[in-house]
C-alpha cells in the first residue's frame, strides 16, 4: 500500500514545453532509455506513453536509440509486445567464456521444447489435442513443468464433452524465445522438415490449414 501511494504521488513533467525540441527529444530518449534498461521484463507502449509528451513518437525514439547503439555490444529489441536491451549474439560465446553470472536460461527438455512449440502453433490447445498431434500421450508432468517455467498459461475451456482445459504460451514464452507477437514464429514447413511436427498428424477439427492459423496473441489469462 505505502509503496503504491508512492507511485500515485510521483509527478513527472512529460511535455517539457520549457526545453526547446532538440533538448526535451534528447531527454525522452534518455527516459526511454532508463525505463527499458531498468526493467526486468519488456517494456510495453503504454508504459513508456506515460513517461514522453502526448506528440511524441515512440516508434521514432526507438529507432533514434537503436542508432545510437549500433556500435554496441548491445541492442534494444521488440519481443512479447514492448522492448528490452538485449546482448548481440555475436557475443554470447565472450560471455560465457567470461563466467560472468547471467540471467538463468530456459530449462526445459527437447521432447517439452516440442510440445510448448505444438501449443504456440495451434493454441488454444488440450492435452487430448496435443496427444492426437504426437500420437502418443503428452503428460501432465510436461505441461506442469511448462507451466511452472512460466511458458504455458490455461486457456479458454474447451467446448468439447468435458470441457477440458486448454492451454496457451505467454508473454514469458516469447520473450525467452526473442519473438515479439506469435506471427513471429518460423513457417510450420521448418518445424516439418526438423520432423517436430506433422500437419498429416494433426486432427481434422483442429484444422490442417496451419497457414491460415491466427497468430494473435492469446488473453493472458492465468
Same mark, same amino acid.
Given at each position: 500500500?505505502?509503496? $503504491?501511494?508512492?507511485?500515485?504521488?510521483?509527478?513527472? +513533467?512529460?511535455?517539457?514545453? #520549457?526545453?526547446?525540441? &532538440? /533538448? %526535451?527529444w =534528447?531527454?525522452?530518449?534518455?527516459?526511454?532509455?532508463?525505463?527499458?534498461?531498468?526493467?526486468?521484463?519488456?517494456?510495453s507502449r503504454?508504459?513508456?506513453? $506515460?513517461?514522453?509528451?502526448?506528440d511524441?513518437?515512440? +516508434?521514432?525514439?526507438?529507432? #533514434?536509440?537503436?542508432? &545510437? /547503439? %549500433?556500435? =554496441?555490444?548491445?541492442?534494444l529489441?521488440?519481443v512479447?509486445?514492448?522492448?528490452?536491451?538485449?546482448?548481440?549474439?555475436?557475443?554470447?560465446?565472450v560471455? $560465457?567464456?567470461?563466467?560472468?553470472?547471467?540471467?538463468?536460461?530456459?530449462?526445459?527438455?527437447q521432447?517439452e521444447?516440442?510440445?510448448?512449440?505444438?501449443?504456440?502453433y495451434?493454441?488454444?490447445?488440450?492435452?487430448?489435442?496435443?496427444t492426437?498431434?504426437?500420437?502418443?500421450e503428452?503428460?501432465?508432468d510436461?505441461?506442469?513443468?511448462?507451466?511452472?517455467?512460466?511458458?504455458?498459461?490455461?486457456?479458454?475451456?474447451?467446448p468439447t464433452p468435458?470441457?477440458?482445459?486448454?492451454?496457451?504460451?505467454?508473454?514469458?514464452?516469447?520473450?525467452?524465445?526473442?519473438?515479439?507477437?506469435?506471427?513471429?514464429?518460423?513457417?510450420?514447413?521448418?518445424?516439418?522438415?526438423?520432423?517436430?511436427l506433422?500437419?498429416?498428424?494433426?486432427?481434422?477439427?483442429?484444422?490442417?490449414d496451419?497457414?491460415?492459423i491466427?497468430?494473435d496473441?492469446?488473453?493472458?489469462?492465468?
Open positions: 500500500m505505502a509503496r $503504491r501511494a508512492q507511485q500515485a504521488k510521483t509527478v513527472v +513533467d512529460t511535455e517539457l514545453s #520549457d526545453l526547446p525540441p &532538440e /533538448l %526535451r =534528447r531527454e525522452w530518449m534518455a527516459r526511454v532509455e532508463a525505463v527499458i534498461f531498468a526493467s526486468a521484463t519488456p517494456v503504454e508504459t513508456l506513453s $506515460r513517461i514522453v509528451g502526448r511524441c513518437n515512440i +516508434d521514432l525514439i526507438i529507432d #533514434d536509440i537503436g542508432e &545510437e /547503439l %549500433r556500435s =554496441r555490444p548491445y541492442e529489441v521488440a512479447a509486445g514492448g522492448w528490452q536491451y538485449r546482448t548481440r549474439s555475436a557475443y554470447a560465446h560471455i $560465457r567464456a567470461s563466467g560472468a553470472p547471467t540471467a538463468p536460461t530456459a530449462s526445459i527438455t521432447h521444447a516440442t510440445v510448448l512449440m505444438a501449443v504456440a495451434m493454441q488454444p490447445v488440450t492435452r487430448s489435442d496435443l492426437k498431434i504426437f500420437g502418443k503428452v503428460s501432465r510436461s505441461i506442469a513443468s511448462l507451466r511452472d517455467g512460466g511458458f504455458l498459461t490455461s486457456g479458454p475451456r474447451s468435458g470441457a477440458p482445459y486448454t492451454y496457451v504460451t505467454t508473454p514469458h514464452f516469447l520473450s525467452t524465445f526473442g519473438f515479439n507477437t506469435l506471427r513471429d514464429l518460423p513457417d510450420i514447413e521448418m518445424l516439418e522438415d526438423a520432423g517436430l506433422s500437419r498429416q498428424q494433426m486432427p481434422a477439427e483442429m484444422g490442417a496451419v497457414e491460415d491466427d497468430r496473441e492469446p488473453d493472458e489469462d492465468s
